[in-house]
């Protein structure tokens, strides 16, 4: 089996309310020197058989049908091997 990781993040130019309560935060916490902190989700997918561009286009689909919204959304399509992770796909 192998693992395909959707990160999604909101597009720059879209306010993140929960990165920044992060940032406020982290000051008060002892973390200083920290200029911007925006949040977003990382979905891991364990995919049966090989990763080939088949699969790849059904999870970039996926990504932009179900995980992401793509109005504010940007997602990273990635394929992890063993020893590193390999981009499968460029942003979306």
Do not use: C, W, Y
Not at 28 to 43: H, P, T, Y
Not at 78 to 89: D, G, I, L, Q, R
Request: charge should be negative; proline fraction near 5%; hydrophobic fraction near 50%.
């Amino acid at each position: 089996m192998a693992r395909v990781v959707v990160d999604v993040m909101l597009k720059p130019e879209i306010l993140d309310p929960q990165g920044q309560a992060v940032q406020r935060a982290l000051p008060r916490l002892g973390f200083a020197g920290i200029a911007d902190v925006r949040q977003g989700k990382r979905f891991e997918l364990e995919v049966e058989g090989p990763v080939d561009d088949a699969a790849l286009a059904r999870i970039h689909e996926m990504a932009e049908t179900f995980l992401a919204n793509t109005v504010i959304e940007d997602f990273v399509v990635k394929v992890e091997t063993a020893e590193s992770e390999v981009p499968a796909e460029v942003r979306s």
